[in-house]
Each structure stands twice: as structure tokens, then as C-alpha cells.
């Protein structure tokens, strides 16, 4: 196993910090848990790995079937629907997402390792091991159907590590990644401080976090289906307010039709 995953890894059971071990099965040396993998690595807490997804949308990503035609269809579906075609369109589509968060990241510029945090089925995991061939790449998410298919399509990227675990309780130890990516996603969370409250945690001083989220849908039909989903808003001058309240500052965001793009620093 590689050798910087395992020394920013955190036991899931104990919160011990480099005490996983092991070539291709992992094992805590401080409490004894097996991990198991299965292509990605199972770091959800033990406890709490029953629990069940609690919004619909969640239980959606859990499904198989929506995993392999999530890419494809769902993503541009939705993101078109409660975003508007300035979300991708106005910059190529999901090249020009792509080229965003990989230039906001500074990718190029700095050695990792880096975090697509909810990577789904490893799209920007893709694009950021392409951009970061010597670095570290770590996909994490909860949803096991989208690990299996992120497994599938990052197979030959010798630079990607996929993990599944909770946004909200983190793996990983302290200061541990360059940057980190987090697309789409905020709507989800259940507790969205507490996800920045980790972020700030597992970032270098210094290092970005950059993710994007849906603002007010343009259209009539988009706010009534964001809705009726349950899909939670935010608004720049909101997000700039909690992310400095855990430490996350230098806030800058860049509107993409109803979505937008944000970057901070760990401060
Ligand atoms: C709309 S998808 C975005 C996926 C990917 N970032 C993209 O842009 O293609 C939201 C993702 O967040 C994941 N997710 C939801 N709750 C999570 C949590 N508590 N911890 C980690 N990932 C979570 C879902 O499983 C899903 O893959």
C-alpha cells in the first residue's frame, strides 16, 4: 500500500493517526479494527457503517444503477435543472468545471497529497491524478455503489487512492492534505459546520479549499424542483461567514450561473 496514504491515515474505531498497517488487508496496531477493501478501503466508522442514508437523494447515490449512469446523464441532468447552462456550458461544459477547479486548486504549482472530498464516481478524482501524475490523489465518499464505479474508471491511475467514509469524521490525520476538492456536495451534508470544522482539520496551514454549490436556481422550474428534492442553497456571503467561523478565510467565489464556485484557506 502506499506509503504516504498510509501515514495520513486515521483509524476510523480508535482516531489513532499512522496506525493502519498492512500490505493489501489493513489492521490498527492501536485497537485491532480490519479494515476491509474492496478496491477502496472501508474507513467508515464501525459504529455507525448500519445507519441509513437519510435523505432521498442520498439513497439515490447508493444505488447501482444511478452510479453507472451518473456521468453520463444524472450530473448533467440535475446540474443543468437547478443550475442553468451557465453551470458548465458558458465554460465548455464539464472540461471547463474540470479546468476551474484544477487551476483554482493551483495544482500544478504544489506537491499533494489532495483530497476529492465526495468524489462520487471519481470524475474530478480523474482529472486531479492527470493533473498531479506525481502526487497523491485520495477519492473519498460514503456511497458504496459510487466508489465501485470510481474504482472501475481510475483503474490505471497509479496516483489515485478511493476510500470510503463520512464527510463529517474524517480518516485522516491532522494537517494532511496540500489542497482539497469538494464538488457538489454541501446540499447533502447533514451538518455542513461540521464538514468545514474537518476540513480545516486534515488541511495543511496554508493549504485551499475549493469546492462549488448550488446558489438560487435561475428558473422557475428550478426552484420548484430543488424544492420538492429538499436541495439546500447557499449563497457566497453565507458561506464566506462559516467557513471564517472554523478558520477558513481568504474567501473568493466566482458565480457560474446558479451554481458557484468558492476557494479559502486554511488560515
Ligand atoms: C451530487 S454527488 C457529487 C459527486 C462528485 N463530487 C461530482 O461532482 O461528480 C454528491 C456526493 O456526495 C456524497 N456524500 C453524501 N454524503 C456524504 C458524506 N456524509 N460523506 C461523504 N460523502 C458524502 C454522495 O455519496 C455523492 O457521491
Same mark, same amino acid.
Given at each position: ?11 476510523? =474505531? ?5 496506525? @493502519?498497517?498492512? #500490505?493489501? #488487508? ?9 479494515? $476491509? ?16 442514508? !437519510? ?6 447515490? /447508493? ?13 448533467? !441532468? ?5 443550475? +442553468?447552462?451557465?453551470?458548465? +456550458? ?5 472540461? +471547463? /468545471? ?11 504549482? =504544489?506537491?499533494?497529497?489532495? *483530497?476529492?472530498?465526495?468524489?462520487? !464516481? %471519481? *470524475? ?6 492527470? $493533473? ?14 459510487? @466508489?465501485?464505479?470510481?474504482? =472501475?474508471?481510475?483503474?490505471?491511475? &497509479? ?9 463529517? !469524521? *474524517?480518516?485522516?490525520?491532522? %494537517? ?29 496551514? +496554508? ?8 446558489? /438560487?436556481?435561475?428558473? @422557475? ?8 428534492? &429538499?436541495? =439546500? ?10 467557513? $471564517?467561523?472554523?478558520?477558513?478565510? /481568504? ?5 457560474? %450561473? ?10
Amino acid at each position: 500500500m502506499d506509503p504516504t496514504l498510509l501515514s495520513i491515515l486515521r483509524c476510523p =474505531r480508535c482516531g489513532a493517526g499512522g496506525s @493502519l498497517t498492512g #500490505a493489501r #488487508a489493513l489492521a490498527c496496531a492501536a485497537c485491532g479494527l480490519e479494515i $476491509a477493501r474492496d478496491g477502496y478501503l472501508d474507513l467508515l466508522d464501525p459504529n455507525r457503517a448500519g445507519e441509513p442514508a !437519510t435523505s432521498t437523494e442520498q439513497r439515490l447515490m /447508493e444505488s447501482l444503477v444511478v452510479a453507472r449512469i451518473y456521468e453520463r446523464l444524472w450530473r448533467p !441532468t440535475f446540474v443543468r435543472l437547478l443550475a +442553468g447552462r451557465g453551470a458548465g +456550458g458558458a465554460v465548455g461544459g464539464f472540461a +471547463g /468545471e474540470l479546468f476551474i477547479h484544477k487551476h483554482t486548486l493551483a495544482i500544478d504549482d =504544489r506537491p499533494g497529497p489532495w *483530497l476529492d472530498l465526495s468524489c462520487g !464516481t %471519481g *470524475l474530478f478524482v480523474r482529472a486531479l491524478a492527470a $493533473a498531479a501524475p506525481g502526487s497523491l490523489v485520495v477519492g473519498l465518499d460514503i456511497a458504496r455503489a459510487m @466508489l465501485e464505479v470510481a474504482e =472501475r474508471r481510475t483503474k490505471g491511475y &497509479g496516483n489515485v487512492a478511493l476510500i470510503r467514509g463520512d464527510a463529517h !469524521t *474524517l480518516p485522516f490525520i491532522d %494537517g494532511a492534505f496540500t489542497g482539497i476538492n469538494n464538488v457538489g456536495a454541501l446540499h447533502v451534508y447533514d451538518d455542513v459546520e461540521q464538514v468545514f470544522r474537518e476540513v480545516w482539520r486534515v488541511l495543511k496551514p +496554508g493549504a485551499l479549499y475549493v469546492g462549488s454549490t448550488f446558489a /438560487e436556481a435561475p428558473s @422557475l422550474f428550478g426552484k420548484v424542483a430543488a424544492r420538492l428534492a &429538499g436541495i =439546500r442553497r447557499f449563497e457566497p456571503d453565507q458561506l464566506r461567514g462559516q467557513l $471564517a467561523r472554523v478558520g477558513l478565510g /481568504e474567501f473568493e467565489s466566482l458565480p457560474l %450561473g446558479g451554481a458557484f464556485i468558492f476557494r479559502a484557506r486554511k488560515l
